[in-house]
């Protein structure tokens, strides 16, 4: 069945809202969003038509606050249709959009509500609220904080309740007052993994060619429908699962939240989906659990479906030959391949995975089964897609070729450099940090270091700050021990430690059902908090992780495991919103225990 695209082209739209009115223009009737009613517990869905009714009545209220274009307005929501309303509403006003993680810290709040001089706030509901609260004091150049659900004021009168606060009646006509396509459209501060976040300013043109560029090498079409669970506050679902879409026509379905998202992607069935490489390690743990308990012939039959649909996705890629096992593949399909894309609502087209390496390993089993995985690679600083796989050449390994319209080269020990209209304009109020990421040729410095191959694939192969150096002078990047190592289902969440150390430890984060397991094979009967400090547990824990890692080099193997049942959260602030962890944080958080493991050395 032959689809058409419908891309808006950045020049039509100029700026994010006028990419908006034009989808509008063209579409009005056809589904824009959809998301689960708690009142009704059904699904709903709203038209282009519709939306921008909404957009207008955002407007109008927030017209009068009296803002001037310009002015910082933020938005602190978890992925639904009134983060888009007040996103629009605000743009097409000439605001400046600031995003917050729906659960961030207070201290991380109002750094960024200060720095960034917001004047108006749109919260959730409580749980914000009372993160508020507790930094009320320094929230002074805020006039406003609007929640979406009713929550008790106490003592602030800037508090309102977003059905009080909007205008009356369902009327609103669209307001056209954005900045040019050059100028300010938001500042997104980067969850970085340590320091004080800084604000990346983006401008609608630098956005706008990212989507676009995006759009030329994998196509949309209207009949694509995306399931949003990623942040919004991050710039990989902002821009791939929300203005993109816009850009092609496409709807999106908000999922309810990461528990229910197994259920959403049966329910909601997406052609199209935006994710990390957790979600997948995490689906991998899953499936790995569930073929423990299989005879061995299930096991075996599932790695064959892995195997002969491997080759097969490369011999479409023109990488590999027809092989005779490829015939088994109808069957292999029903029995393996076709009951997992099921689980993903048995409609997926294609993914985009971002934000953080994923283990070739894993996209290979995706891939093999037939979930069309296409890892790219980007920064907040650049709008945010620098390259990606697409259907046509996807080798999981790479993070892709560069967008077109994009450059990269390599600089100084092999570092990633990024040139093209999606480069930022810079960090908010610090020219200094500006002048170090983005150098007077215009390169901006990722920090990641890369290997370019003739047909253009770019590989990633290290971190310049995220190497660790032994005592003994040693170099080792720990994300690539890190995807090793989780590789094991035994493991939950895992960082390497041993910086300035005589030898490596890791500190483990074990999976619940993989440890009950691994206590009665073992039939250790000591109390749970004396089990995880043992030295003998400990000891096979090490022969696990020694597996994983048997291709790194000598001085690279694990000596110590500091192991724990308690998952490191984002609301913690032990990991970004990427799910990436925050090193410096976890380092703090298990000083003793690290202590511990190197006493005496």
Not at 27 to 42: E, L, N
Not at 276 to 286: A, C, G, Q, S, Y
Request: aromatic share 6%; charged share 25%; net charge negative.
């Amino acid at each position: 069945m032959q689809h058409a695209a419908d891309i808006i082209e950045p020049q039509q739209a100029a700026t994010l809202p006028g990419l908006f009115r034009e989808r509008v223009r063209r579409t009005p009737d056809a589904v824009a969003y959809g998301q689960f009613d708690p009142a009704s517990q059904q699904w709903e869905e709203t038209s282009w038509r519709e939306m921008a009714t909404l957009v207008g009545r955002w407007q109008r209220a927030l017209q009068q606050e009296g803002l001037r274009p310009g002015d910082r307005v933020a938005v602190m929501l978890g992925n639904c249709r009134e983060w888009v309303a007040f996103d629009q509403a605000a743009l097409g006003l000439g605001l400046v959009v600031v995003p917050l993680f729906v659960n961030d810290n207070p201290e991380n709040l109002s750094y960024v509500l200060d720095h960034s001089g917001a004047r108006l706030l749109l919260i959730q509901g409580s749980r914000q609220w009372q993160q508020c609260s507790q930094v009320a004091d320094r929230l002074d150049r805020l006039q406003r904080i609007v929640s979406l659900e009713r929550v008790t004021p106490g003592q602030d009168s800037r508090l309102c309740w977003t059905e009080e606060w909007l205008p009356a009646g369902e009327d609103g006509d669209l307001v056209a007052g954005e900045s040019a396509s050059d100028e300010l459209a938001t500042i997104v501060y980067t969850s970085g993994t340590s320091g004080r976040p800084k604000g990346v300013m983006l401008s609608h043109r630098n956005i706008l060619s990212d989507a676009h560029a995006g759009l030329q090498v994998v196509t949309i079409y209207p009949h694509d429908r995306f399931l949003s669970f990623l942040p919004l506050s991050h710039m990989l679902e902002r821009t791939v699962g929300y203005y993109l879409p816009i850009m092609a026509g496409a709807s999106v379905t908000f999922a309810r939240s990461i528990q229910q998202l197994g259920s959403d992607f049966e329910t909601v069935q997406p052609t199209v989906f935006v994710s990390v490489p957790r979600i997948f390690e995490r689906i991998h743990l899953r499936i790995e659990d569930q073929l423990t308990t299989q005879p061995a012939w299930k096991r075996k039959l599932f790695e064959l479906a892995v195997e002969i649909g491997w080759h097969r996705h490369e011999r479409a890629q023109g990488r590999g030959s027809w092989r005779p096992g490829e015939l088994l593949w109808p069957l292999l399909d029903r029995l393996v391949a076709g009951k997992v894309r099921e689980k993903l609502g048995g409609k997926v087209r294609l993914t985009v995975c971002g934000g953080a390496p994923l283990a070739p390993t894993i996209a290979r089993l995706f891939v093999g089964l037939g979930v069309e995985v296409l890892q790219g690679y980007g920064l907040t600083e650049a709008s945010p897609v620098v390259s990606v796989n697409t259907l046509e050449d996807n080798l999981p390994a790479s993070i892709g070729k560069a967008l077109p319209g994009v450059e990269v080269s390599l600089g100084e020990k092999d570092e990633l450099l990024v040139r093209g209209p999606n480069v930022m304009l810079g960090y908010w109020s610090n020219p200094e940090a500006t002048a170090e990421a983005i150098d007077e040729e215009g390169w901006l410095h990722t920090g990641d270091q890369a290997h370019i191959d003739e047909q253009g694939h770019i590989f990633l192969t290290g971190r310049l700050k995220e190497i660790l150096v032994l005592a003994n002078g040693e170099k080792i990047p720990p994300a690539e021990m890190e995807m090793a190592i989780i590789a094991d289902s035994l493991f939950e969440q895992v960082m390497v430690i041993g910086e300035q150390r005589p030898f490596l430890s890791v500190l483990a984060v074990l999976n619940r059902e993989q440890w009950d397991l691994l206590v009665q094979e073992h039939k250790w009967e000591s109390r749970e908090d004396e089990l995880l400090r043992d030295r003998e547990v400990e000891s096979v824990v090490l022969r696990r992780i020694s597996k994983q890692t048997t291709a790194f080099p000598g001085y690279a193997q694990v000596r110590r495991v500091s192991l724990s049942l308690v998952p490191w959260t984002i609301e913690e602030g032990l990991m970004t919103p990427t799910l990436k962890l925050r090193r410096n944080r976890i380092l703090e958080r298990n000083r003793k225990n690290i202590e511990r493991l190197y006493a005496g050395h």
